[in-house]
């Protein structure tokens, strides 16, 4: 059984900081790529940063230069750390991790961002 738990989520004013935190547990053989993706109101799920094995990072163009994703192998946890927030961040944060050739979602963690 794997376990993918998110945290770190919370109410920011515009221009502050937050950082988000993976976990994932259980019967894990290999991390093949651990990402992030955001939810608005209304608006569908969207890919906002992935970093696969060897480190390789990608970003959302909406957030480059301002988020920043990385990972803690030997914890199995990625991180998010988010500055120069915006309320246009506004959503709830979705850790999306591909374990054993499996992919599991976290239950996602609110980030709102008031102007």
């Known amino acids: 059984q794997v376990q993918v738990v998110e945290s770190g989520g919370g109410l920011v004013q515009a221009g502050g900081s937050l950082r988000l935190s993976c976990a994932a547990s259980?019967?894990?053989?290999?991390?093949?790529?651990m990402s992030w993706y955001r939810q608005a109101p209304g608006k569908q799920r969207e890919l906002v940063a992935v970093?696969?094995?060897?480190?390789?990072?990608n970003y959302a163009d909406s957030v480059r230069g301002r988020f920043t994703i990385s990972r803690d192998n030997a914890k199995n946890t990625v991180y998010l750390q988010m500055n120069s927030l915006k309320p246009d961040d506004t959503a709830v944060y979705y850790c999306?991790?591909?374990?054993?050739?499996?992919?599991?979602w976290g239950q996602g963690t609110q980030v709102t961002v008031s102007s």
């Open positions: 259980g019967s894990i053989f290999s991390i093949n790529a």
């Open positions: 970093i696969i094995n060897g480190g390789s990072t």
């Open positions: 999306n991790a591909i374990i054993n050739r499996l992919t599991y």
